[in-house]
């Protein structure tokens, strides 16, 4: 079997599609590039009934929000899963199953204990010490020889899947629609002149890592210097305006909550500001937004994380400053804010390196991932007999109320 021909492919997304986040819109992107290609591919993932999702999704049913790897994921599990991801198998007759975050217990993990095959899996997590993955590792040991080929999405990525499930994969990094944000047009309410330029912040608000606070403890001495600064901050949650007000008190209204955007607003946002600021303290493997704002023509200034810093060119394409320290962020701020000529030459660069992320480049690899996994195999995705067991164990549990 060869990628020369389309190929039916099958992908488990373990989050919820009801409050998308990045390997939601990753799957997804993956799922229309491929179909680009004249592949037939079909999704799994988490959602409400009434969530609006798109035609080649297949909806899992209800998630509950669960605390898993720092953060508030909306995953499922459970017998009745079970049997739909069963059926979603059956159905598809599937050449590739390409599961997403296998050992997050929520629907990879099901696919990958009741399918035989050639399978795939991408891992995007990144952490140094991870008690869900140590939880998680003996539910699905044996089930991870089952995998024909693994994925990371960054060097981060793979150095958590060595570190605490061994093995090792290939990185591929996450995508972006470059031409989508080089092309976007700047919006006038977002678009900063010399005395009053702006600064953009995308990110869940109230999830701590993301970084909200290290920004806003960056502010006040920002606007010392540059008293017109507009701080656009986007992105879902109810604390925002809260937080800026504790810390800033009366300058918080230099702070611009716009609430969540559209992917079309997104990107004229981006297209519009002189800066884009990544403040996030940690858990990031890779940095999509860093990428998206890139490729608008942003300059970005990024925490020096390690993923942060690949991206970015180790800093050539982007400014880095010490991360979770509000004080040098708003140093680095003023400095960039004050030097247009370091900031076209951070964009020009960061234009040249972006390419390498477009989803034209990472099909491609993926692509060729999937023809190794399927080289050898006639016959597509089935059901592992030995997956059988594991459902009657599952139902029994329910029947005495150990599950729901």
Known sequence: MSTGRPLRVGIVCPYSFDVPGGVQFHVRDLAEALIGRGHDVSVLAPADEDTPVPPYLTAAGRAVPVRYNGSVARLTFGPVTAARTRKWLQAGQFDVLHLHEPVTPSLSMLALWIADGPVVATFHTSTERSRSMQLAFPLVRQSLEKISARIAVSEDARRTLVDHLGGDAVVIPNGVYVDAFANAQPDPRWTGTPQAPT???????????????????????????????????????????????????????????????????????????????????????????????????????????????????????????????????????????????????????????????????VTDQVLAVYEMAVAGRDAPVGEDPSSLRGARLLELRRGRGETR
């Open 199 to 361: 600064i953009a912040f995308l990110g869940r608000l109230d999830e701590h890592r993301k970084g909200l606070p290290v920004l806003l403890g960056a502010v006040g001495e920002v606007l010392d210097h540059v008293p017109g600064a507009r701080f656009l901050v986007a992105g879902r949650g109810e604390s925002g305006a809260a937080q800026a007000a504790e810390v800033l008190g009366e300058r918080a209204g230099a702070v611009e909550f716009l609430g969540g955007v559209s992917d079309e607003d997104k990107a004229a946002l981006l297209a519009s500001v002189d800066v884009y600021v990544a403040p996030q303290t940690g858990g990031e493997s890779f940095g999509i937004v860093l990428v998206e704002a890139m490729s608008a023509g942003a300059a970005v200034v990024a925490s020096d994380l390690g993923a942060f810093s690949r991206v970015l060119d180790d800093g050539a394409a982007g400014v880095l400053f010490r991360t979770g320290d509000s004080a040098d962020l708003a140093r680095t701020l003023v400095e960039v804010l004050a030097a247009p000529a370091r900031r076209a030459q951070v964009v020009a660069h960061a234009s040249s390196v972006v390419r390498r992320y477009d989803w034209s480049a």
